[in-house]
């Protein structure tokens, strides 16, 4: 049924995406899928990386335990961005077009006020994907 999945990250937030990566890995496991783990980070040093070189090495070790766990093929896709805030929908809604995702699988929290003013990233790119996008709370 899918061929590919995407599920964006944020390494920063590992905790929050367990629900959402065990249920990528399951449905690709059962249909023989490829995840493609994608982040949107940027050139400035954070808590997880000095570059954006060097999160896209940590994101790329993060899809290859995950796939030795579940036993499934799984690449990283790391985005560079000047402004990753700004920029993280858009460059996820490229993303989706250029691995040729037919599945988005994300990780997301729970609304709050905020929502009502901004969209979260999850309500998003359920908006405006053009491929099935499973948001997970």
């Known amino acids: 049924m899918f061929s590919k999945i995407m599920v964006p990250v944020d390494l920063a937030h ?3 995406l367990v629900k959402a990566v065990d249920l990528a890995c399951s ?7 490829e995840i493609c783990f994608v ?5 400035l040093p954070s ?3 000095r570059s954006s070189a060097e999160y896209g090495e940590k994101l790329q070790e993060f899809a290859d335990r995950i796939a030795e ?9 790391n985005l560079a961005s000047s402004d990753p805030q700004a ?8 993303a989706i077009e250029d691995i040729g995702a037919d599945l ?3 990780a997301s929290h729970q609304p709050g006020l905020m929502e009502y003013i901004f969209s979260s990233h999850g ?3 359920a908006a405006h994907a053009r491929v099935s996008v499973f948001v997970v709370r």
């Open 104 to 106: 988005v699988v994300m």
């Open 123 to 125: 309500g998003y790119i």
């Open 87 to 94: 920029e993280v929908d858009r460059k996820l809604l490229d």
């Open 39 to 43: 982040s949107v980070s940027g050139e």
């Open 27 to 33: 449905m690709a496991r059962d249909h023989k899928a």
């Open 47 to 49: 808590e997880i990386a």
């Open 69 to 77: 766990e579940y036993g499934i093929s799984a690449k990283a896709l």
């Open 14 to 16: 590992r905790d929050a």
